[in-house]
């Protein structure tokens, strides 16, 4: 079995696989586990969309003020997984999280439908709730507030993005004998190796 030539850019990689699973993932093809770890030290996971990527990073929307933002502003570091099980593929992506620009997330949360954009000021999210009759009743105050405007964006809700410094890209093998590649960045170069799987 010859060894696969890899692209020295693990996003040349990263876009060919996410392609690849646009076509015949069923759903949700941009679905990713985030994990998180608070000023506690617990780490947290949760499924969350990936809306864009670029080489400086991958984005990815929330309620800064839910228990994964209290999270990433106390710890600005994160990984990601995107498993595609029809693909029998993963990629794994860690490095730091910063905070995408106003004008960004403005222009992002136009484009969400009506119920979506009052969703984000209705849900107070992570937090306890009385009832779902509650949550509703604060969609349906809404939607009379902003009848006939345009929903502005919360000013707790925004998006983030994760600037990887490690990729590692997994195929499942027979017999368990995966497929393992790792990519670091160091002083602007990334640098690839197999890994054992």
């Known amino acids: 079995m010859t060894e696969p030539v890899l692209p020295s850019d693990p996003w040349i990689l990263f876009a060919e696989w996410l392609a690849v699973a646009k ?11 985030l994990a998180t770890v608070g000023a506690d030290g617990v780490p947290a996971v949760r499924a969350m969309l990936m809306k864009s990527f670029d ?9 800064r003020e839910s228990r994964k933002g209290d999270q990433l502003s106390e710890n600005a ?3 990601v997984c995107f498993y595609w099980k029809s693909l029998e593929c993963q990629v794994r992506l860690e490095g730091m999280i910063t905070k995408i620009s106003d004008a960004d997330s403005d222009a992002y949360f136009a484009t969400r439908p009506r119920d979506s954009q009052l969703g984000a000021w209705a849900s107070q999210q992570s937090r306890p709730l009385e009832s779902r009759d509650t949550l509703l009743e604060r969609v349906r105050n ?3 507030e902003y009848e006939g405007r345009d ?8 998006g983030y993005r994760l600037a990887p410094s490690y990729f590692e ?4 093998g027979d017999f368990r004998l995966h497929n393992r ?3 670091r960045l160091a002083s602007g170069a990334w640098t690839v190796n197999r890994l054992n799987p």
């Not at 080489?55 to 309620?63: L, M, Q, R, S």
């Not at 502005?152 to 925004?158: E, K, L």
């Open 23 to 33: 076509e015949r993932e069923p759903s949700y093809p941009d679905a990713m586990m």
């Open 55 to 63: 080489p400086e990073g991958i984005v990815f929307y929330t309620n």
């Open 77 to 79: 570091k994160a990984g």
């Open 142 to 144: 809404l939607d009379k």
């Open 151 to 158: 929903v502005p964006r919360p000013p707790h809700w925004g």
């Open 169 to 172: 890209f997994w195929e499942e």
């Open 181 to 183: 590649f790792a990519y």
